[in-house]
């Protein structure tokens, strides 16, 4: 019976330390991600809610960008979306496929005005099976 009471509060701490939640999208989608198709065209999302596209290491365009689980006639409590909105009011909608999903360092995305997916890599020498 004394081992009874020992090993199930040590199951349950077990259990709180291994069982931890991965962090939400809007914190896994921080920092540089590239192009699978062409590496030098980069994404940069920041904590400020700014993200940066680059083309040849060159900065392009600048958006304001929200996660959450609306965009636009879209929504999901299952799905989250990627919003962009330029300086205009313009906004782009994409729906997460995975932001590193157990670390794996692939952002995919589906573009929802053409229904194009879109992958990027957070390292360019991550290799991903067609």
């Known amino acids: 019976m004394k081992k009874l009471l020992f090993i199930l509060p040590m199951l349950f701490f077990a259990t709180i330390i291994f069982a931890q939640k991965q962090d939400p999208s809007s914190k896994r ?11 030098n065209t980069k ?3 920041n904590q400020d809610g700014n993200v940066y596209n680059y083309d040849n290491n060159q900065m392009k365009v600048m958006y304001k960008y929200t996660v959450s689980r609306s965009c636009q006639n879209y929504s999901d409590n299952n799905t989250e979306y990627v919003t962009l909105r330029d300086k205009d009011g313009n906004e782009f ?8 999903e157990k670390k794996n360092g692939i952002l995919s995305l589906t573009n929802l005005s ?6 990027f890599v957070n390292d360019v020498n991550i290799k991903i099976a067609e």
């Open 93 to 100: 909608c994409f729906k997460i496929n995975g932001v590193n």
């Open 114 to 119: 053409n229904s194009e997916t879109l992958v």
């Open 43 to 45: 994404w940069v999302f």
């Open 29 to 39: 989608i921080l920092g540089s991600w590239y192009s699978k198709t062409n590496v």
